[in-house]
């Protein structure tokens, strides 16, 4: 029967505070630039020009159907060859996670713009409005309210995947949990209250938003 | 001398698809003139006022309001967005089924164009809508629906004018609301659809 032992956790205590900080950081900047990039997909997706159609499908497709482990691999070992650039193993999760976020966000913003009825478009412009203006004031706002069980969804999941970036060696919750494990040979303890902790992160943000 | 008609159509025509909605409209009003369009449903009275809106772009054909003309056809290019835009802010419409914006409030719906079309500062269109919407009859019509709908009564507890469900108002305030949202947009020209609108 296995002994469990909870206490020796507590001594890797600052170790897996620094990890969830970085992992905190990762969720909140993956969420904001993903949401950046999937608002500017969703508009264009939504364009009259060809073009910048097909760049916002090719874009989202590439992105929506890969996994994103392959995706942050690919980013750190070989977009630098490509693109002949150094990358530090952040900016290439960063850019990775970013990427796979926004091309989900722009499916759900996509779906919540199109959802409003046409004629709160059409009495925009009947009132003068130009469609930038007639975005911002009617359409978006209206749409946001529509999206935000689905966008509360992705981010929900965006916070889950920066765990992969333990893959690059990105000093988060996992890969610091990773190492007190190794460290103190006590894994069953340390991905246990990992996963707690894990699981206590949504909960409340969930709770928050009806 | 003849005065020169505020709005003239000549031979519009827009069809969808096979449909031919509109053949060779020909059509003048006066400045002050108060016209109305009858015909059975599905006549084309909407399409023609949304054609002058330019809501839909006819197939051929012109027309002119006040200064402005846009002529139709497959040779002419399509009125560019800035131009139309500003058309559009000096003419009024009521939707046959309002369109109001639901995440406004009453008087939110009305000033909204007033400040960010017109330019005009909140305060002023603040007080221009409040007293469009006194003389509309709003206050009167709202007590009424109130009397009738007394589910509707515990949303309203708080000031009139900033009640936000603008969607829940039954049907005369709505009809009134968006009268005053076009006309008092400070517009020269208001199309109603349908006598049960407006
Ligand atoms: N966007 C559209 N696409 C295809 N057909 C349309 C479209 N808009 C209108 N129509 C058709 O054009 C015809 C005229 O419609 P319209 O709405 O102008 O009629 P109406 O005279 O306003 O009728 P009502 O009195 O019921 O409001 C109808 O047969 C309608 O089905
Ligand atoms: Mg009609």
Not at chain 1, 36 to 55: E, W
Not at chain 1, 126 to 139: D, H, N, Q
Not at chain 2, 85 to 103: C, D, E, I, K, Y
Not at chain 2, 142 to 156: E, L, Q
């Amino acid at each position: 029967m296995y002994e469990w032992d909870f206490s020796i956790l507590w001594g890797y205590r600052w170790l897996l505070l620094q990890g969830l900080g970085i992992t905190v950081g990762f969720t909140a900047a993956t969420i904001c630039i993903g949401l950046t990039i999937g608002l500017t997909a969703a508009i264009c997706l939504l364009s009259r020009l060809r073009i910048l159609r097909a760049l916002s499908l090719g874009f989202i497709e590439i992105f929506r159907c890969t996994p994103v482990l392959v995706q942050l691999i690919w980013c750190y070992y070989a977009l630098p060859m490509v693109a002949g650039i150094e990358m530090t193993p952040m900016t290439a999760s960063l850019l990775a996670l970013s990427c796979y976020g926004g091309a989900f966000f722009a499916e759900i913003i996509r779906g919540g713009i199109v959802s409003i009825d046409m004629g709160q478009s059409e009495a925009a412009s009947a009132l003068g409005m130009t469609p930038s203006l007639a975005m911002r004031r009617i359409i978006l706002p209206q749409a946001l309210h529509r999206m935000l069980p689905a966008l509360m969804n992705q981010s929900i999941l965006m916070f889950k995947n920066t765990s992969l970036v333990s893959v690059l060696a990105v000093p988060d919750l996992v890969y610091q949990g990773q190492m007190a494990a190794h460290d103190s040979f006590r894994p069953l303890e340390t991905y246990t209250a990992v996963a707690v902790v894990y699981f206590c992160h949504p909960v409340p943000v969930d709770a928050l938003c009806p | 001398m003849t005065v020169k008609p505020m709005i003239e159509i000549s031979w519009l025509r827009k069809c969808f698809g096979p449909l031919e909605v509109l053949k060779d409209i020909n059509l003048q009003v006066e400045q002050g003139g108060v016209v109305a369009l009858l015909g059975p449903s599905g006549s084309g009275k909407s399409t023609l006022l949304r054609c002058i809106n330019l809501l839909v772009v006819p197939d051929d054909g012109s027309i002119r309001v006040g200064e402005t003309k846009f002529e139709f056809g497959k040779s002419v290019q399509q009125p560019k967005t800035k131009p139309l835009a500003a058309f559009r802010s000096r003419t009024g419409m009521v939707f046959q089924n309002f369109n109001l914006f639901p995440h406004m409030t009453v008087l939110q719906n009305v000033i909204e164009a007033l400040i960010h079309v017109k330019g005009m500062d909140k305060s002023t269109a603040t007080a221009l809508a409040m007293s469009q919407l006194e003389k509309s009859g709003w206050r009167t019509a709202h007590s009424r629906c109130r009397r009738r709908y007394p589910a509707v009564k515990n949303n309203v507890l708080r000031s009139l004018v900033l009640w936000r469900w603008s969607q829940r108002l039954c049907f005369s305030m709505k009809r009134r609301q968006r009268l005053t949202r076009s006309w008092w947009a400070k517009c020269s020209r208001l199309y109603r659809n349908s006598p049960q609108t407006g």
